[in-house]
Every structure is written in C-alpha cells, then in structure tokens.
T-cell receptor, first 113, second 116 residues
C-alpha cells in the first residue's frame, strides 16, 4: 500500500536561510509525487509535482524538489525562505491514475525574523 | 469559475444530529474527492467520484457517512448521528481526468465540523 512519511513535525528557519523538507514514500511502481502547501484558513495549494522525466522539478514560489528513486525520497527545497512561506507542507503520492492521493502528516514551517 | 467551494465553512452540532456538507467543484472537472483532516494530520482519503459514479470508499467511511454527486456536478457529504470523533475539517477536491492526468487536486477551503 502507498504511504508517505514526513519525519519532521515542525521546522524553524530564519528568514533568508535555505530550507529542506524531507519526504519518503512507499509505492510499488513509479509514483506520482506532489508537494502541497496549506496556509492558515486556506485550502491546500499545489507547489509542484513529479511523474516522469527530469528528477529535479521546479514549482511555484521558488520551490524545487528532487526525486531520488534509490532513497524513495522527494525532498522539497528553497534557497531563501521568506516570512510568507510559514505554513504547513504536505508531501503526497498518487497512483498512475491519480484517483487516490495519499498524504503525509505534514511539516509545519516556522520562519523567524 | 474561481475554484472549489464548500458550504458551510463551519458547523457546530450536538452529538446525534445529522449534518450535510456541500461541495461545488471546478466546473469542467469530472473527478471529485472528499478528504478528512484532523489536527496535526494530513488529509485522509474518504471517497471519490468519477462524474456521478462513486468509485471508491475508504474503510474510514462508516455506515453513518454517505456521499452523493447527482448529475456529476456538486456533491454532498452527509454524516448521520454525529459523534464527537467526527469533529474534523472535511475537505473537497476536484480534478480533471484526461489521458495525461497527473492527479493534481484542487482543494476547497474545507468545512470544519465541531460535534459537542
């Protein structure tokens, strides 16, 4: 069965510092992988997705993620964090039909001035 | 169409009462999903529709839960005889199924249920 693990419940970074959020997945075939962001009072928004091709994918708001099949990982990165990036981040895996997407428990990002 | 809308945004009810949530997906989207999210957790899959057909239901969805999507447009999620454990955020999402479907979900802002 599909599963997603986000090892970090919360992370605090200074504004302007780099960020890496970890994600490990379990899936029998080539997965569709996603990162979503949820800001307080707002719906989840897609940051980026991977389903084939280049293993380094670019997303919105300056985020990128790298798919590493050997490590079953899909870590999210940003070179310089802004205070507006404070939110909850969810890694997710979907099957090739995409009809059932499984989410991790999320990592809450705090940004300090 | 500006996105997925859900109604009501907040619902407070007493244990044992029935509640119904409505979701209006993005108009051209043929797939509709319901998820449940509790504090500190990611969204948990509940059920999914392809047009008007309900194709999968999670084991999380007890007999007290029922979802419909008449005519393949809006959807309702009804919870009968609510229990305190039903308190959660109920999220609706939609997507467009095509030959190159990547499974991207578009979420509404959710309906928060509090059962007293």
């Amino acid at each position: 069965a599909q599963s997603v693990t986000q090892p970090d419940i919360h992370i605090t970074v200074s504004e302007g510092a780099s960020l890496e959020l970890r994600c490990n997945y379990s899936y029998g075939a080539t997965p569709y992988l996603f990162w979503y962001v949820q800001s307080p009072g707002q719906g989840l928004q897609l940051l980026l997705k991977y389903f084939s091709g280049d293993t380094l994918v670019q997303g919105i708001k300056g985020f990128e993620a790298e798919f590493k099949r050997s490590q079953s990982s899909f870590n999210l990165r940003k070179p310089s964090v802004h205070w507006s990036d404070a939110a909850e981040y969810f890694c997710a895996v979907g099957d090739t039909g995409g009809f059932k997407t499984i989410f991790g428990a999320g990592t809450r990002l705090f940004v300090k001035a | 169409d500006t996105g997925v809308s859900q109604d009501p945004r907040h619902k407070i009810t007493k244990r044992g009462q029935n509640v119904t949530f409505r979701c209006d997906p993005i108009s051209e989207h043929n797939r509709l999903y319901w998820y449940r999210q509790t504090l500190g957790q990611g969204p948990e899959f509940l059920t999914y529709f392809q047009n008007e057909a309900q194709l999968e239901k999670s084991r999380l969805l007890s007999d007290r839960f029922s979802a419909e999507r008449p005519k393949g447009s809006f959807s309702t999620l009804e919870i009968q005889r609510t229990e305190q454990g039903d308190s959660a955020m109920y999220l609706c999402a939609s997507s467009l199924s095509t030959g190159t479907n990547t499974g991207e979900l578009f979420f509404g802002e959710g309906s928060r249920l509090t059962v007293l």
